[in-house]
């Protein structure tokens, strides 16, 4: 008589082993999801999408070389889908099958990874979510540029409305920098120029708040708050790469913290970096390295310090040529008159407090 063999059988509720006594669980649901591409120099490199579900109940996904696809390297699969909070099933040779099971169902389904956010093909692709109809987009992991975060996800027009656009309406600063990071994303579009807004002024008038506002708009915000500014040139562009298509707000401009680039020549390298829309060409050695496989954007980059670029020039012995002006644009944070950056404030008789 001829002995029945397990097999392994894959549901969207989980990994079921069955055997000619029944069936049981052994993992949670994984798929091989998706077969695509990036983009490496002047080659596509072979990429597959392991989609799976945590030990915490979470859909993620890993991505892999197709190389780690070959029996020979499926051990790497096994070993980063553990370090991502897989459970594999306990008894030997079990994962081994499993994975082959995974592998052998190819998919349909396709994706490109890209280095940088924003526009692709009339997508816009976000750490977050890809908007608009069409192929795919995925951001590389390991992207070398500093990729932008949004860490709030995503909260509803409403809410914003009553926060922050109420708030808004009371502060022409305000407005100023939320207009700045929805016309960011119109630069490209348009075929406009990337530039930049630094608003000045004393401490405590509201310079970084204004910012938060703008980045609100996308749920745009670090680990550790705003990203600060950059020490070296080729850091100002992995940031500018990094936050291609949309606003690059920058806290404390002036503050250079033991910076060995005063911030004069910061701004005149950052405005000049705009005129380019790109980072300069670097070594292709350093680029794989550092997988820089995107060089372009178009950005709005919103700065605050408490003086006026053209004042710190001037202090520094040096003055601001007109490119740079035009390109790197100072804005008072405060009107005459005005209540830090609000400047249509009303105080009520009635109440005692600022309505707004």
């Given at each position: 008589?001829?002995?029945?063999?397990?097999?392994?059988?894959?549901?969207?509720?989980?990994?079921?082993?069955?055997?000619?006594?029944?069936?049981?669980?052994?993992?949670?649901?994984?798929?091989?999801?998706?077969?695509?591409h990036?983009?490496?120099?002047?080659?596509?490199?072979?990429?597959?999408?392991?989609?799976?579900?945590?030990?915490?109940?979470?859909?993620?996904?890993?991505?892999?070389?197709?190389?780690a696809?070959?029996?020979?390297?499926?051990?790497?699969?096994?070993?980063?889908?553990?370090?991502?909070?897989?459970?594999?099933?306990?008894?030997?040779?079990?994962?081994?099958?499993?994975?082959?099971?995974?592998?052998?169902?190819?998919?349909?389904?396709?994706?490109?990874?890209?280095?940088?956010?924003?526009?692709?093909?009339?997508?816009?692709?976000?750490?977050?979510?890809?908007?608009?109809?069409?192929?795919?987009?995925?951001?590389?992991?390991?992207a070398?540029a500093?990729?932008?975060?949004?860490?709030?996800?995503?909260?509803?027009?409403?809410?914003?409305?009553?926060?922050?656009?109420?708030?808004?309406?009371?502060?022409?600063?305000?407005?100023?920098?939320?207009?700045?990071?929805?016309?960011?994303?119109?630069?490209?579009?348009?075929?406009?120029?990337?530039?930049?807004?630094?608003?000045?002024?004393?401490?405590?008038?509201?310079?970084?708040?204004?910012?938060?506002?703008a980045?609100?708009?996308?749920?745009?915000?670090?680990?550790?708050?705003?990203?600060?500014?950059?020490?070296?040139?080729?850091?100002?562009?992995?940031?500018?790469?990094?936050?291609?298509?949309?606003?690059?707000?920058?806290?404390?401009?002036?503050?250079?913290?033991?910076?060995?680039?005063?911030?004069?020549?910061?701004?005149?390298?950052?405005?000049?970096?705009?005129?380019?829309?790109?980072?300069?060409?670097?070594?292709?050695s350093?680029?794989?390295?550092?997988?820089?496989?995107?060089?372009?954007?178009?950005?709005?980059?919103?700065?605050?310090?408490?003086?006026?670029?053209?004042?710190?020039?001037?202090?520094?012995?040096?003055?601001?040529?007109?490119?740079?002006?035009?390109?790197?644009?100072?804005?008072?944070?405060?009107?005459?008159?005005?209540?830090?950056?609000?400047?249509h404030?009303?105080?009520?008789?009635?109440?005692?407090?600022?309505?707004?």
């Amino acid at each position: 008589m001829k002995k029945s063999h397990d097999r392994i059988k894959r549901t969207k509720s989980g990994v079921f082993l069955v055997s000619a006594n029944g069936k049981r669980q052994i993992a949670a649901p994984i798929r091989f999801n998706a077969i695509g591409h990036r983009v490496s120099g002047n080659k596509k490199v072979a990429m597959a999408e392991i989609a799976f579900v945590t030990r915490k109940s979470a859909t993620v996904s890993e991505f892999f070389h197709m190389s780690a696809t070959t029996p020979r390297n499926r051990n790497r699969i096994i070993d980063a889908l553990a370090d991502a909070d897989y459970r594999w099933p306990t008894e030997s040779k079990l994962p081994e099958r499993l994975i082959e099971d995974v592998l052998a169902d190819e998919p349909s389904r396709s994706f490109t990874m890209v280095g940088a956010p924003g526009w692709y093909d009339g997508t816009f692709l976000n750490s977050l979510r890809q908007y608009g109809k069409g192929n795919r987009f995925v951001l590389d992991p390991n992207a070398g540029a500093h990729v932008a975060r949004v860490t709030l996800g995503q909260g509803s027009l409403q809410g914003w409305q009553s926060t922050v656009g109420k708030i808004a309406r009371k502060s022409s600063r305000l407005r100023l920098m939320v207009g700045a990071a929805f016309g960011a994303l119109l630069l490209r579009p348009l075929k406009m120029d990337s530039f930049a807004i630094n608003l000045f002024g004393t401490t405590s008038t509201g310079k970084t708040s204004a910012l938060y506002a703008a980045g609100s708009v996308a749920g745009l915000f670090g680990d550790n708050g705003l990203p600060g500014w950059a020490d070296s040139p080729p850091a100002l562009e992995q940031l500018a790469v990094g936050h291609r298509d949309g606003i690059l707000p920058l806290d404390d401009t002036a503050d250079e913290g033991g910076s060995t680039l005063p911030i004069q020549k910061k701004a005149k390298l950052f405005a000049f970096m705009f005129a380019r829309n790109r980072g300069r060409n670097l070594d292709k050695s350093y680029e794989r390295k550092t997988n820089l496989s995107v060089k372009e954007f178009r950005v709005i980059a919103l700065s605050t310090s408490e003086f006026a670029l053209k004042a710190i020039a001037e202090s520094a012995a040096t003055s601001r040529i007109g490119g740079e002006e035009v390109r790197f644009i100072d804005v008072p944070a405060i009107e005459p008159g005005g209540a830090g950056i609000f400047d249509h404030l009303q105080l009520s008789a009635d109440e005692g407090w600022f309505s707004i």
